[in-house]
């Protein structure tokens, strides 16, 4: 019996450690068609980039506060996002973020 109970415990307890892909569960809609800086790179860079001590200007990284600033560094972005995937430090970047920096550097910079 004792057995039985540990189990059903186990299985219980192992059951609630799941983790969901929120871009699966609800179906967000990731843009790729025409990516500019000014629709979604902007917001992707703000949330994941220019914050504190990293491309803000408080160190000796590049300041990615506008579109001149974001596109002149482009090859380097494309090489730490896309190809070495080790940035942001802070852990991966969302599915439809990735692609969407991925698509952005790949089809020319758009503003």
Known sequence: MKKVIIFFGLAILFSSCYY?????????????????????????????CAVSACHDGSTQFPKYDSYQSVAQDSGKIFERVVVLKNMPPSGTLPD???KQIEDWLSNGTKE
């Open 20 to 48: 969901d892909n929120e871009e699966e569960l609800y179906g967000l809609d990731c843009n790729l068609d025409n990516v500019t800086y000014a629709t979604e790179i902007n917001r992707i860079i703000e949330t994941s």
């Open 96 to 98: 439809c973020d990735f």
